[in-house]
């Protein structure tokens, strides 16, 4: 059965700096690994989407990795700032089930 | 281009009531999927349809939980009798292919 653990559950840290947050995964038997931010009371909205096959994506500050071999993805935020605070939730799509297995989230604060 | 929409976004109902949730996926997706998520948690798969048919839904209690998808388009998912543990969140997401899944902005459930 796959699992997903995101680590660390809860990190805060002042406005400007560079940041990363891990996810890891059980089963390398997968389609894709999606990174979504959830904000209070709302709902998921995608960061990154990186494919089996890709090592990587960008979009703006956010940088995504994926080793598949290891179970390993990171994101990386640069620069960060107030407005990114929020829950960062790693899910990956298993290979032949079409679903997505999420982690518990990481919940980030970046103080002002 | 609309995103999936959900209604209601809060609902507060008494124990051993029933209740509905309603969702309608981007047009043009075919894939329709449930998700519960409790506080703290990341969201776990209740049903997966694949246009008006339901394709997983190994993990939907089926003994009180039900949910269909007559015309392939819109989904009602529905409890009853409802229980204090089924508080939590109910995600609707879609996708057009095996790839990226968009989700609404979820309902709230409360049971007292």
């Known amino acids: 059965k796959q699992e997903v653990t995101q680590i660390p559950a809860a990190l805060s840290v002042p406005e400007g700096e560079n940041l990363v947050l891990n996810c890891s995964f059980t089963?390398?038997?997968?389609?894709?690994l999606q990174w979504f931010r959830q904000d209070p009371g709302k709902g998921l909205t995608s960061l990154l989407l990186?494919?089996?096959?890709?090592r990587e994506q960008t979009s703006g500050r956010l940088n995504a990795s994926l080793d598949k071999s290891s179970g390993r993805s990171t994101l990386y935020i640069a620069a960060s700032q107030p407005g990114d605070s929020a829950t960062y939730l790693c899910?990956?799509?298993?290979?032949?089930?079409?679903?997505?297995?999420f982690g518990q989230g990481t919940r980030l604060t970046i103080n002002p | 281009e609309a995103g999936v929409v959900q209604s209601p976004r809060y609902k507060i109902i008494e124990k051993k009531q029933p209740v509905a949730f309603w969702c309608n996926p981007i047009?043009?997706?075919?894939?329709l999927y449930w998700y519960l998520q409790n506080l703290g948690q990341g969201p776990e798969l209740l049903i997966r349809?694949?246009?008006?048919?339901?394709?997983?839904d190994s993990q939907l209690p089926k003994d009180r939980f039900s949910a269909e998808r007559l015309k392939g388009v819109d989904s009602t998912l529905k409890i009853q009798p409802a229980e204090l543990g089924d508080s939590a969140v109910y995600l609707c997401?879609?996708?057009?292919?095996?790839?990226?899944?968009?989700f609404g902005p979820g309902t709230r459930l409360t049971v007292l």
């Open positions: 089963d390398s038997a997968i389609y894709n």
């Open positions: 997401a879609s996708s057009r292919t095996v790839n990226e899944q968009f």
């Open positions: 899910a990956v799509n298993e290979l032949g089930a079409q679903k997505l297995v």
């Open positions: 047009s043009g997706h075919n894939t």
């Open positions: 349809y694949e246009n008006e048919e339901a394709v997983d």
């Open positions: 990186i494919q089996s096959s890709q």
